[in-house]
T-cell receptor
Framework: DVKVTQSSRYLVKRTGEKVFLECVQD?????MFWYRQDPGLGLRLIYF???????EKGDIPEGYSVSREKKERFSLILESASTNQTSMYLC????????????FGSGTQLSVL | RKEVEQDPGPFNVPEGATVAFNCTYS??????FFWYRQDCRKEPKLLMS???SGNEDGRFTAQLNRASQYISLLIRDSKLSDSATYLC??????????FGSGTRLLVRP
């Protein structure tokens, strides 16, 4: 079974801090995604990556950046955290042969104070 | 208009009941459709894909209506363990997946 590991389950940061959210997968999947989930808004795509060192903006990339230096690791970076970035962040992977099943990590609940 | 719309619920049903959810989508070019299940404070997990001809998996039946641009999920003989949020997912441009905000189901004893 695919394992997608997110580094933290809960995180509390202060406004203006730089925040790193890490995601590691163990199944050699090509595609990796970062979503945020907010009540009433569903999952919204922040960034995704189809290959190492490759990244594409999703629907809400403002205030975020990403890094994919190795195939198994996809990092989400909040350059200067703001209170409106308080959310549940979910990493997902996909094998990469088209539109297929997404495998999600267990999520990071980020609170920015 | 949202790209994928769902009734947020909650749908509160007794054990053994049959319950159905609909989901509408706006992009007529969408080709792939899914239902995901999300338990409270957990990550979403794929429940089933939705095929043009409809498909069934045990107590769960999914249907696609392209003409009216909606998909449905029918759950028969509801169990307490079916209580969860059901997310409708549709592929968008560039093979991105677009998630609905979910329909919450509560099954009571």
């Amino acid at each position: 079974d695919v394992k997608v590991t997110q580094s933290s389950r809960y995180l509390v940061k202060r406004t203006g801090e730089k925040v790193f959210l890490e995601c590691v997968q163990d199944m050699d999947h090509e595609n990796m995604f970062w979503y945020r989930q907010d009540p009433g808004l569903g999952l919204r795509l922040i960034y995704f990556s189809y290959d190492v060192k490759m990244k594409e903006k999703g629907d809400i990339p403002e205030g975020y950046s990403v890094s994919r230096e190795k195939k198994e690791r996809f990092s989400l970076i909040l350059e200067s955290a703001s209170t409106n970035q308080t959310s549940m962040y979910l990493c997902a992977t996909e094998k990469g042969q088209g539109v297929e099943k997404l495998f999600f990590g267990s999520g990071t609940q980020l609170s920015v104070l | 208009r949202k790209e994928v719309e769902q009734d947020p619920g909650p749908f509160n049903v007794p054990e053994g009941a049959t319950v159905a959810f609909n989901c509408t989508y706006s992009n007529s070019a969408s080709q792939s459709f899914f239902w995901y299940r999300q338990d409270c404070r957990k990550e979403p997990k794929l429940l089933m894909s939705v095929y043009s001809s409809g498909n069934e998996d045990g107590r769960f039946t999914a249907q696609l209506n392209r003409a009216s641009q909606y998909i449905s999920l029918l759950i028969r003989d509801s169990k307490l363990s079916d209580s969860a949020t059901y997310l409708c997912v549709v592929n968008g441009p560039a093979y991105k997946l677009i998630f609905g905000s979910g329909t919450r189901l509560l099954v009571r004893p």
